[in-house]
């Protein structure tokens, strides 16, 4: 079952789907929740075969299940994990080329197809984590993706695992019905980056704004040149800041 891909949004967040990036279709394989496809692997237009074989899954989330990517780290067994989660209209992929470098690095990762969904789809992935044996987790998320995982970590009794950190990319205040990035940074006490361009539309403002208002204190904030949007940053100069932050504050041994 896969539900619709894109709810319906309000003014703030119009602008999410200019920076839509979806690549492939969800797979049509034995939906067995969190379990390999095998042979049946999809790839989703953007994994290479090597990826597909080894982490193309289906992903149980609020409504129905969609196509994931999870793998684990090179050697060893991943204690924390990395949740990519995707602007509106973006999946998996956007994430795509970055997966091996965090692997690389001792985290697990999961990354999903777009679902329509906000803050659940987050904590769906970080029970996935928990059943591959991740004890803790930081939140990697892009537009929609970023104001759903402020407000996961936000909430941490209703969270599957500790939440270490979050790397907000290009985060507006809210999507309508979702998610309220703007009420969650005034009670989220997590580690947060936040990271937007300059020449993004108002997501400049919002970035600005989320960051000086919230509580946390251990905060940063990061206004590159350009006007790339949500995970378009990790490959216009975001990536090394972003693995910085994450070895300060959720080191993939730690």
């Excluded at 119009?14 to 390999?36: F, Q, R, V």
């Excluded at 999946?91 to 997966?99: A, E, G, K, V």
Aim: glycine share 14%.
């Amino acid at each position: 079952m896969k539900r619709s891909t894109l709810p319906a949004i309000g003014l703030t967040a119009a602008a999410l789907l200019l920076a839509a990036t979806g690549c492939g279709s969800d797979p049509a394989s034995d939906p067995a929740t969190g379990t390999p496809t095998g042979t049946a692997a999809e790839g989703f237009g953007c994994l290479t075969p090597e990826q597909a074989a080894a982490g193309s899954i289906r992903l149980a989330v609020p409504g129905g299940d969609v196509g994931a990517y999870y793998r684990g780290p090179d050697t060893g067994k991943a204690t924390v994990g990395l949740v990519f989660a995707p602007q509106a209209g973006g999946s998996l992929c956007d994430w795509q080329p970055h997966y091996a470098e965090f692997t690389a690095a001792g985290y697990a990762v999961v990354g999903w197809m777009v679902s329509g969904g906000g803050p659940g789809d987050v904590r769906a992935a970080m029970t996935l984590l928990k059943s591959k044996g991740v004890t803790s987790v930081a939140l990697i998320g892009a537009s929609k993706g970023a104001s759903a995982a402020l407000e996961t970590a936000a909430d941490p009794a209703g969270a599957p695992l500790p939440v270490k950190a979050v790397v907000s990319l290009s985060s507006p205040d809210g999507y309508p019905g979702e998610s309220n990035a703007a009420k969650a940074v005034l009670a989220g006490t997590v580690p947060t980056f936040f990271a937007v361009e300059e020449g993004d539309g108002r997501f400049p403002e919002f970035t600005r704004e989320l960051h000086d208002t919230a509580v946390t204190p251990v905060k940063q904030l990061k206004l590159y040149p350009g006007g790339n949007h949500g995970a378009a940053l990790l490959a216009d100069g975001a990536l090394p800041d972003v693995r910085a932050f994450l070895a300060a504050h959720a080191p993939a041994r730690g």
